[in-house]
């Protein structure tokens, strides 16, 4: 194996490139979340949202792969949630 030695005050002939990734932008608005984004902003699991994607109690979006969910349909979730335990419950007392 040979061993390279680089002397001390000389210019290398490569650079460390820049960030490739652009700095996000912070005038355009979120209007979706991925799977992961909507459990972590709930504060539950994934394997928590994934049965609600899949019976269709959370509207979703596909991307290619991916899947969106947007903010509103995860905010009507959220409200037909709390207007479903704010319902009285109803009796079967009324049928007899």
Known sequence: MTKITIPTGTKTA??????????PKQDI?????????TAESLGVSVPM???LVKEGK???V???????????????????????K???????DSMQ
């Open 14 to 23: 490569f650079r460390i490139p820049p960030k490739l990734a652009p700095e």
């Open 29 to 37: 608005e979120r209007i979706g979340f991925s799977i992961g984004e």
């Open 49 to 51: 949202i994934m049965p």
């Open 58 to 60: 959370i509207r979703t």
């Open 62 to 84: 596909r991307v290619g792969r991916r899947i969106i969910i947007s903010i509103k349909s995860l905010r009507e979730f959220v409200d037909g949630q709390n207007s479903a």
């Open 86 to 92: 704010n319902e009285p419950e109803t009796s079967d």
